[in-house]
């Protein structure tokens, strides 16, 4: 990672501590090779070029890194051989006053850094927790081992954050390799969709009639109980009044997925002998299933434990995939991604995907408008989701009656026979209105 000199920090002398807003767009990430694949354009600041020692503010890094406070002669050191990594680092021990960082590159979406809270032995009092702040998201800094912290908000962006130390107490933290990252410049055309792996595309741009395009393959699907045309993320989109309408496709081999330990390539019946895929599509909640559960796509086939197949929805504000290959007690498992912030309730488009790699004991990934905010582990399913049912958007095709009806807005709904890059899934998402070449 390359260096650079546009930071600027500030050390104030107040105690406060914010709560996560609810509107807040930041995702929060404890590691830091995950934060880094969701991003581009990172810079980093190490520390290895300054002076060992006591510093008092103001104090500029040989990298140019200011450090200020509203009243001079606040202590800052910086120690060879840290409690971090061994290498140099920067050591705030402000005896609870709160260290203000502020990040002046224009257009920085996000920030991380290793740190350590503890302070040594003696009168100082470690594992106080600290609590960094940025874009209405408080997170308790409390470790007293090496640990990552790293903020990531592509909507909003990260122009500042604070460190606030625990009031009244002697406690200090430890920083090393503090990152940001810029933002893409944002496309002004469409973006090329993923090549040689999309299964399914539904653009939902049909203003009238019966039939839903499948861009992918021409499995088009047939529109049942009247969704509603209306203006999308992405041009056109379908309105799911929450009763009635779907979208069915007949059953394709290219949208069944075979067992997870398949060769790489094979003829036959599946879309992937693999069993690896991916799905995203553009989402709009209504605001009275925001707590329930909904829908997205089914493709499942059998009754429990005998069932086949996949399954997307939304539950009590997560993201929901259900794998199921007809083994075990039931036949299935259901994983579940962490809450989404901001709610697919809230009115807005949101860009939703999950990536699936069957043998990656992390290898169910969840994005969010871009960014992954969590991982399962797929393993216990690794049998083949094969199945002759349909695929259905906005209602369930193994259980009779229907039901897990969606309400709401779908756009750009797309299936793929792999797992797509953080950096795919990203482009998409910041492709905005202007969505996939078509």
């Given amino acids: 990672m390359n260096r650079n000199a546009w930071i600027t920090l500030g050390l ?8 996560a807003s609810a509107g807040a767009t930041v995702a929060v990430y404890t590691n830091r090779t995950q934060w880094e694949a969701a991003l581009t354009n990172i810079a980093c600041e190490d520390f290895e070029t ?79 927790p600290w609590v960094l ?7 308790s800094l409390a470790a007293n ?74 499995n088009n699907g047939t529109q049942t109980g009247s969704p509603t045309p209306l203006v999308g993320q992405v041009g056109g989109a379908l309105h799911f009044n929450g009763s009635s309408s779907y979208v069915e496709s007949p059953s394709s081999i290219v949208t069944n997925f075979g067992p997870a330990n398949g060769p790489p390539f094979c003829l ?46 939304t539950f009590a504000g997560s993201l929901l995939l259900q794998l199921a290959d007809g083994t075990g007690a039931t036949g299935y498992s259901n994983y579940v991604s ?32 871009g960014v992954a905010v969590g991982t399962n582990n797929p393993t216990g399913r690794t049998g083949s989701l094969k199945n002759n049912s349909p695929l259905r ?3 369930r095709t193994a259980d009779q009656p229907l039901s897990g009806w969606f309400f709401g807005d779908l756009d750009e709904l797309e299936i793929f026979n792999r797992v797509l890059t953080p950096q795919e899934v990203f482009s998409i998402f910041q492709a905005g209105a202007f969505g996939k070449c078509k």
């Fill in 12 to 19: 104030t002398v107040c105690v406060f501590l914010v709560t």
């Fill in 145 to 218: 081992l090496p640990s990552f912290i790293g903020y990531i908000d592509n909507q909003s962006g990260l122009s500042s954050f604070t460190l606030t130390g625990p009031p009244g107490a002697q406690g200090g933290i430890s920083l090393d390799n503090l990152c940001v990252a810029q933002a893409t410049p944002p496309p002004s055309t469409c973006t090329p969709p993923p090549n040689t792996t999309m299964v399914a595309w539904y653009p939902f741009d049909e203003t009238s009639g019966t039939v839903s395009a499948n861009l992918a393959t021409a």
């Fill in 133 to 139: 702040t940025a874009g209405g998201v408080a997170t």
């Fill in 268 to 313: 036959g019946a599946y879309s992937t002998c693999q069993g690896d895929f991916s799905i995203d599509t553009w989402i709009r909640l209504d605001p009275s299933v925001a707590a329930g559960f909904v829908v997205i796509l089914d493709k499942r086939g059998g009754t429990s434990p005998a069932i086949n197949g996949y399954h997307l929805g």
């Fill in 338 to 369: 962490p809450v989404l912030t901001p709610a697919l309730s809230d009115g807005n488009w949101h860009f939703i995907a999950i990536t699936v790699q069957r043998l990656s004991t992390s290898g169910i990934r969840w994005y969010h408008n």
């Fill in 50 to 128: 300054e002076v060992v020692g006591n510093h008092q503010t103001p104090f500029t890094t040989l990298n140019g890194t200011l450090i200020t406070s509203p009243s001079p002669g606040i202590p800052i050191q910086v120690f060879n051989g840290g409690i971090i990594n061994g290498s140099r680092e920067i050591h705030f021990r402000d005896f609870g006053a709160g260290v203000t960082f502020q990040l002046s590159l224009v257009g920085t979406v996000a920030f991380g850094f290793d740190y350590d809270a503890s302070d040594g032995p003696g009168a100082h009092q470690p594992n106080l």
């Fill in 393 to 395: 958007i906005g209602t």
